[in-house]
């Protein structure tokens, strides 16, 4: 059973458009959710978070919204980079007695960004 | 990059052959990870400490062990290796700062099993 979900396995952006990459979730404990970028032969770096208190985060390009009623979050780039081109996961961590954060993280599959020059 | 190193990078085995990798890290955080990260499953978590000597498993344990006995040090053994642990590891920490809760990553180990 899939509790997070990138529906889409690739997307493709020409450069300088907005790209929207999209998660879904299915245990209501999660209530943090993080986005990571991963280029080939690397390890996943962080991107940004947002807490389920919020409904937006925002660092610089990058942009997070949660929509806790329908399980769903997203991550908008704008504008998008040639360097953006990575695959993006998405997870979550559900509360835990400790609290929130990144205690547990469960992963999307990822979604591949390509942009286009 | 958070301090982490993974050791080694890359290594081919045969199948029924003990595997130890290993993460270390420079910073002291408490809590360390070990995932795999196969096509069409994304990352997933084998098991995960919450200080030296505490551990936990995580969602695909099985056939794994892990030890920390040291806070520096946190070390995955498959006991016999099999071809579907053919696989790229990352080992990761837990960093929470006064804005983030996050994990960073190790630059990973590409295990081929033969």
């Known amino acids: 059973d899939q509790q997070v979900k990138q529906n889409s396995p690739s997307l493709s952006v020409q450069e300088g458009r907005i790209s929207i990459l999209n998660c879904d979730y299915t245990n209501s404990m999660f209530d943090y959710f993080l986005w990571y970028k991963k280029y080939p032969a690397e390890g996943p770096t962080f991107l940004i978070s947002i807490s389920s208190i919020k409904d937006k985060n925002e660092d610089g390009r990058f942009t997070v919204f949660l929509n806790k009623s329908a399980k769903h979050l997203s991550l908008h780039i704008v504008p998008s980079q040639p360097g953006d081109s990575a695959v993006y996961f998405c997870a979550a961590s559900p509360f835990t007695y400790s609290g929130a954060g990144s205690y547990q993280l469960t992963f999307g599959k990822g979604t591949k960004l390509s942009v286009i020059p | 990059d958070a301090g982490i190193t993974q050791s080694p990078r890359h290594k081919v085995t045969e199948t029924g052959t003990p595997v130890t990798l290993r993460c270390h890290q420079t910073?002291?955080?408490?809590?360390m990870y070990w995932y795999r990260q196969d096509p069409g499953h994304g990352l997933r978590l084998i098991h995960y400490s919450y200080g030296v000597k505490d551990t936990d498993k995580g969602e695909v344990s099985d056939g794994y062990s892990v030890s920390r006995s040291k806070t520096e040090d946190f070390l995955l053994t498959l006991e016999s290796a099999t071809s579907s642990q053919t696989s790229v590891y990352f080992c990761?920490?837990?960093?929470?700062?006064?804005?983030?809760?996050?994990?960073?990553f190790g630059p990973g180990t590409r295990l081929t099993v033969l």
């Open positions: 990761a920490i837990r960093y929470t700062g006064a804005s983030t809760d996050t994990q960073y």
């Open positions: 910073e002291n955080h408490r809590y």
